[in-house]
């Protein structure tokens, strides 16, 4: 027991090591975005702290306390998640500036730790204490859901913002911040049932062994996606905002919106600027001598598609093209993705594969088949 106590303690250790690592280099390093780097780096570094302080508990603990009761260092978990909340507005929203209106999401944990602190000056037993516990409890389990709500609603308009500027996703992936919201789906509910059902304090270990774990593949997926300390971008490179706005308050007929359009298509066609994987709405906007706005706007309105959709289809007839031409056989697969510029092997046969209901390596067999 002792011996399996001491492993469990080493890991640890280990993964709040790894946490103070990871957070140090957020801190550290000179990249953009540095609010979210910041808040990802608080979050890190509480909870290396709080599993270091946990261990040490344990170590220093009397054996007969209480095991069924919320202490102090639990409180902590109120922060993480309007922190994460914080991170994730950072990440997804380009103007986003740290508000004194922001502190409110730290109402709760002032409030969980009032009460955690009265709580603790009860005896043992009284009904208030429990009380005080109860209520607790049951605000993290709000405020988890609240929170998780929140964020999903960020990444999925967020998702749909990237899908209107970019044909290319992979350097502007969601994955990190998905990653991290599964994680917390994922986290919650454990830490939840545990809390709930543990019959000595050493059942917490499982919950932080968890977190430990999370560590690791934070610090994995940072060496994986250079955007995590990046931080993801929406802004087009073309100009002051007020000019946007100024485009965004203006007209655009319909009849005007129709002779663009088909000067966009003869573009695709003639030009094939769909053949840069990095293509933006803001670059193409600057081809066709129009607004990033009225570009947007002939695309959904006359194209019935975000950008995203747009490109991609003349990508996709490029691609069929070359899989279908008997002079391009010696083009392996990813060659064929790649000079009908996809960004990568995965996003060309994922949109292949919904455009044309096969992958692209069996188009050319069953093209070969019937020739």
């Known amino acids: 027991m002792m011996s399996s106590l001491t492993t469990i303690h080493t890991l640890l250790y280990i993964g709040a090591a790894q946490g103070f690592l990871l957070g140090i280099v957020l801190l550290t390093v000179p990249r953009r975005n540095l609010t979210a780097n910041r808040l990802l780096a608080v979050l890190l570094l509480l909870f290396s702290t709080m599993m270091v302080l946990h261990v040490q508990a344990e170590i220093s603990a009397d054996p007969a306390r209480d095991s069924g009761s919320l202490h102090h260092g ?9 922190l994460f909340f914080l991170y994730a507005r950072a990440l997804t929203e380009e103007s986003f500036r740290w508000t004194w209106k922001d502190f409110t999401h730290l109402l709760p944990f002032a409030f969980g730790l009032a009460a955690s602190v009265s709580a603790g000056t009860l005896q043992r037993g009284d009904p208030a204490q429990r009380f005080w516990e109860v209520s607790l409890l049951a605000i993290m389990v709000c ?36 990653f991290i919201t599964i994680a917390f789906v994922v986290f919650w509910p454990v830490a939840l049932v545990v809390e709930l059902f543990k019959d000595n304090p050493h059942e917490w270990n499982a919950v932080l062994l968890l977190w430990a774990g999370f560590m690791y593949l934070m610090s994995y997926m940072s060496l994986r996606q250079p955007e995590v300390f990046q931080g993801l971008s929406t802004r087009e490179p073309d100009g002051p905002t007020a000019e946007k706005r100024k485009y965004q308050k203006s007209r655009l007929s319909k009849e005007e919106a129709e002779v663009q359009y088909g000067k966009l298509q003869d573009l695709m066609v003639s030009g094939r600027p769909y053949l840069d994987c990095n293509l933006t709405l803001s670059s193409l906007s600057r081809r066709m001598g129009i ?26 007839e490029e691609a069929r093209r070359l899989l279908e031409d008997s002079r391009s056989d010696h083009l392996t697969i990813a060659a064929v993705g790649f000079e ?3 960004s990568s092997v995965s996003s060309f046969n994922a949109v292949f594969r919904r455009a044309c209901g096969s992958t692209p390596s069996r188009y050319r067999l069953a093209h070969r088949n019937t020739a």
């Open 74 to 82: 639990e409180i902590w978990f109120l922060l993480f998640g309007p």
């Open 143 to 178: 405020q988890a859901f609240v929170y998780l709500s929140l964020v999903l609603r960020l990444l999925r308009r967020h998702q749909k913002k990237v899908r209107d500027n970019y044909s290319s996703l992979e350097r502007v992936s969601l994955r990190w911040l998905w």
């Open 340 to 342: 009908s510029g996809f």
């Open 291 to 316: 607004s990033v706005h009225h570009l947007s706007q002939i695309i959904n309105q006359q194209g019935g598609r975000n950008f995203f959709e747009f490109v991609n289809a003349y990508r996709v």
